[in-house]
Every structure is written in C-alpha cells, then in structure tokens.
C-alpha cells in the first residue's frame, strides 16, 4: 500500500517536481565544505518544506478532488488506506532527510575523509539530526491530517503553515508566563528549521518550572515528541469519528 502511494506521487507531476527540487537542492549544497553547516541550512530546511508540505497536505485531498474519497470510505479496507496514508506521511520526512544526509555523507567523506577524535561534535550532529526527523515528521503528520479534514489543497497548505507558525507567535503573546514563553522561544519550528544551532547550547541548562530545576533536554524533546503522538493520535480520531462515521 505505501509503495503503491509513493508511485503514485511520482508519476504525477507534483512528483516530478518535487524530485527536481530534491536534486538540485543536493547539487547546490555540495559546494559546502563542512557536513554540520550543510545539514543545518536554512536553504535545504526550506526546501525539506516544501516537498514534505506538498506531499502531505495532498496526501488526502487530491482523493476529493477527483471523489476517489467515496470509493475508499466505501470499501473493505478503507481504515488500510486511510492508516497507509499516515504511515506515508510518517516516514517520507524520513526517507527523504535520510538520502539527504547519506548524499551530503558521502560528498563530505570524499571530500575531508573520516573524522578524527570528534566524538562531542558527532554527538551534536546526532542531537541535531534527531531533532529535525522529529520536526520534518511532526509538520507532516499535521498537515496531512489538515489534509483530512481540509477541501481543498490551498486550504490544507493554509492551516499547516498556521501551525508552522504557530508557536513563533505565541511568543509575540506578552501576558503568558515567562517560563512558557522561555519554552516557546526554543521550542518553536520556524526557530528550530532558520536557527538550529541555538537549542544545543541549551540542552545542557536547567529550566525552571513550578519553583523546580528540570533539565531542559527532557523539557524540549519531551514537547516535540508530545506532540508528534498528539498529531498522530488526532489523524486517528479522524479516521474513526470523522471520516468513517
């Protein structure tokens, strides 16, 4: 069933397009010298965007558009379809950040040959990999859950980049508490995808919540994973209470 989604993207035109920015994104970002400048671009973020918002907050209502929807609502396996296409949107952001990151490897290891003696900065780098999995991911099952309950693909593109956006604003909102809008400050997608090299600094800091030191690596990734499963759990209850009903 996922395979048959990802040719189906493929053989469209949206596909093709989204194949071209992939490699002409690789292409433009082999001239860099150094892998952890490469993996943090801003330019490369912006264009991991776009594919995954394309794919994603189309990933349900392209099937309205040509009311293929009421065919699968109708059928057997309607929740396989409907839990295939989350599956998808689930581990395209990694399919397609991980042949990134294996293509500026292999550019990087060809170039300055294997690292010596950098253990602390490998361990950045995975810090820095893991938190933008779980950022690409999260944004794609958002979106294709705004897919699902969207009508149209403009309306679905809308509402994502909404919420992209969404905890950015938060911290323009003054009258919430210090330590929320400390949290927000970081834990924010349109800082983590233009700045990613801020949140390491901070990960080996304490923060303080209800008059308690928490270390702030369990504050920020326990939000990011919270609300990866939220979204998850939200595209289910979709399936369930809406779409099916």
Known sequence: MIIWELKKIFKCKMGLIILSLFVLNS??????????????????????????????????????????????????????????????????????????????????????GLPINEEIKSINLL?????????????????????????????????????????KILTLAKFLPNTLLNILSTVNYVDLIFYPNQFIYLLSTNINIFGKNVGFVYVFYGILISVLCIGILLCIITFKKLLTR
Do not use: W
Request: proline share 2%; charged share 10%; glycine share 4%.
């Open 27 to 112: 292409i433009a970002m082999s001239f860099f010298k150094n892998f952890e400048h490469r993996i943090n671009s801003p330019l490369m973020s912006i264009i991991m965007l776009i594919i995954i918002l394309l794919i994603s907050s189309n990933i349900y209502t392209s099937e309205k558009i040509s009311n293929v929807d009421n065919i699968i609502l109708s059928s057997k396996n309607k929740f396989n379809v409907l839990y295939s296409k989350l599956t998808l949107a689930i581990i395209l952001p990694v399919i397609i950040y991980g042949c990134y990151l294996g293509i500026e490897f292999l550019t990087q290891l060809f170039q300055c």
């Open 127 to 167: 810090l820095k990999i893991g938190t933008m999995t779980l950022v690409f991911i999260s944004i794609s099952v958002f979106a294709s859950l705004f897919s699902f309950i969207s009508s149209t693909s403009l309306s679905s593109i809308s509402t994502s980049l909404i919420f992209l956006s969404l905890g």
